[in-house]
C-alpha cells in the first residue's frame, strides 16, 4: 500500500475518537443560528475583523463558530442559505452536515465564502457538542498529548515597528512572556513598490536589516520567522532566499502563491531553508497535492478557512504519516486561537503555534473574561467545556455589532 492510499484508507479512522462522546451527548435539534459582525476594524475599540456563529439548540446548548474576514458576506451566506441546511437537524452529526455543506458548496465551486462560512459551523459543532457534554473539546479529539503548546509572536501594530525596532518587541516578548521566535515580513514595502515583478539588491539590504537587528541582539537564542504573504514569483523568491540563509530564519512562509506546487518544489530544492505554506488553502484535497509536491517542511493551516477542526484534524493527520509538523495559523479572532490551542493540545506533531502580543495584551481582555495569554512561552487551552472562551455580554452585545437571527 503506497502512502497516499494509506493516509486516505486512515482518515475514516479519526472518527472513531468522537464516536462514544456523541453517543453520550443528550438528543438535540438546531432551532437557531445567530451571527454577530463589526462593519470595519474601526467600529469597536478591540479591532474586531471576524463574525461570529452561534448554534442555538432546543436543549439550551449552544455552540460558537468563528470565521473572517468578509463578514458581512459570510453572514450573508448563513442566512441566506446555510441556515436552512442546519435547522431541524441533530448538532451531534458533525461529519454528516459537514458532509452535506461540502458537496452542496462544490457543486457551486468550493472557496471564499463558503468555505470560510463552513469553517465556522463546524467549530460551532464542535463547541456546542463539548459544552453539551460538560467537555473541552480536546478531551472529544485525542485528549493531550501535548499539555502546553509552543508559540511565536507575529508583529501586529502595537508598541513598536518590527521594521525599525524589532530587538525592542523580543526583549518584551522574552521578558514578559518567555516567547523566544518572532513572525516579521520586512520584505513586503518591496514587493509592493515593484508590484511583486521584481526584487533589487537594495530591496534585499532593506529587508534584512530587521533580520540583523534580531540577529545582532539575540543571536541564535531566538527563531526568526519570515512572512512573505505569496507577494513574489519564483526568481524573486530565489534571491530572497538565499539572501537570507546567513541569517538562518526558522522558516520562509508563503513565499508564492499557494497551489502552484511544482514551483514550490523548485525553490524548496534551491534554498537551504525550510518552507512553511499555506495558510490560505482549504481542505484535505488540496494540502494532499502540497505533501505530494514534497515542498513544505512545515503544514500551516487556518481552523476558520480550511474547513472548521473536522477538517484541521484530518489535514493534521496527513502531515503526520509524511512525517511534517504542523505549525497553526491563528492570526484572526479569538475563537480561532482557543480552537487552535485544542487542536495542538491534541495532536502529536505540533511544531509551534501562532499568537500575537497585541491581541491577549490590548484586544482580547477588552472582549473575553479568560484570555489565553503564553507563560513561558507556551499556551494551554482551557479546562473548560466546548473551547472554553467565555465572552463578556458587552462585547456580544456592543452597539456598533450587526446581528442577525434565522429560526425554525
Not at 451531534?92 to 471564499?112: A, C, H, K, M, P
Not at 480536546?138 to 501586529?156: E, K, Q
Not at 489565553?372 to 479546562?383: C, F, L, R, W, Y
Request: charged share 25%; net charge neutral; with cysteine.
Amino acid at each position: 500500500m503506497d502512502r497516499r492510499t494509506f493516509v486516505k484508507a486512515a482518515l475514516p479512522a479519526l472518527g472513531a475518537f468522537r464516536l462514544p462522546a456523541a453517543a453520550a451527548a443528550p438528543a438535540m435539534k438546531i432551532t437557531r443560528i445567530e451571527t454577530v459582525y463589526w462593519k470595519s476594524r474601526e467600529a469597536a475599540p478591540f479591532w474586531p475583523h471576524w463574525v461570529w456563529v452561534r448554534v442555538h439548540t432546543d436543549t439550551g446548548h449552544t455552540g460558537l463558530g468563528e470565521t473572517y474576514p468578509r463578514n458581512e458576506a459570510e453572514a450573508a451566506l448563513i442566512h441566506s442559505g446555510v441556515a436552512r441546511m442546519l435547522l431541524g437537524r441533530d448538532p451531534r452529526d458533525i461529519e454528516r452536515i459537514w458532509s452535506d455543506l461540502y458537496n452542496t458548496f462544490d457543486f457551486q465551486v468550493t472557496g471564499g465564502a463558503e468555505m470560510r462560512v463552513l469553517s465556522a459551523v463546524d467549530l460551532a459543532l464542535w463547541d456546542l457538542l463539548g459544552n453539551s457534554l460538560n467537555a473541552p473539546v480536546y478531551r472529544l479529539i485525542g485528549g493531550r498529548a501535548n499539555p502546553r503548546v509552543r508559540v511565536y509572536n507575529t508583529c501586529f501594530p502595537h508598541k513598536y515597528d518590527f521594521n525599525k525596532e524589532p530587538e525592542k518587541i523580543m526583549r518584551e516578548l522574552i521578558d514578559g512572556y518567555g516567547i523566544r521566535a518572532i513572525k516579521v515580513w520586512p520584505f513586503d514595502r518591496a514587493a509592493s513598490r515593484n508590484r511583486r515583478q521584481y526584487v533589487t539588491q537594495q530591496d534585499i539590504d532593506e529587508g534584512l536589516a530587521p533580520v540583523r537587528k534580531l540577529r545582532d541582539a539575540f543571536g541564535d537564542s531566538i527563531e526568526i520567522l519570515i512572512e512573505f504573504h505569496s507577494f513574489w514569483n519564483l526568481t524573486s523568491a530565489i534571491r530572497i532566499a538565499k539572501a537570507l540563509e546567513p541569517m538562518k530564519p526558522m522558516w520562509l512562509e508563503d513565499m508564492l502563491m499557494p497551489g502552484n506546487f511544482p514551483q514550490y518544489r523548485q525553490l524548496a530544492e534551491a534554498t537551504s531553508l525550510p518552507l512553511t505554506i499555506s495558510e490560505r488553502m482549504a481542505g484535505r484535497m488540496q494540502f494532499e497535492q502540497l505533501l505530494e509536491a514534497r515542498a513544505a517542511r512545515f503544514i500551516m493551516f487556518d481552523l476558520c478557512w480550511c474547513g472548521g477542526l473536522s477538517e484541521g484534524r484530518k489535514i493534521a493527520a496527513m502531515a503526520d504519516a509524511h512525517l511534517l509538523p504542523i505549525a497553526p495559523h491563528t492570526a484572526g479572532g479569538p475563537l480561532l486561537f482557543y480552537a487552535s490551542t485544542h487542536l495542538t493540545t491534541a495532536m502529536p506533531n505540533v511544531w509551534i503555534q501562532e499568537s500575537v502580543q497585541r491581541y491577549y495584551e490590548r484586544d482580547w481582555p477588552a472582549i473575553l473574561d479568560n484570555p489565553i495569554v503564553p507563560k513561558n512561552g507556551t499556551v494551554e487551552a482551557p479546562d473548560l467545556p466546548g473551547f472554553g472562551m467565555r465572552v463578556k455580554p458587552e462585547a456580544w452585545d456592543h452597539p456598533a455589532a450587526v446581528r442577525q437571527t434565522t429560526a425554525v
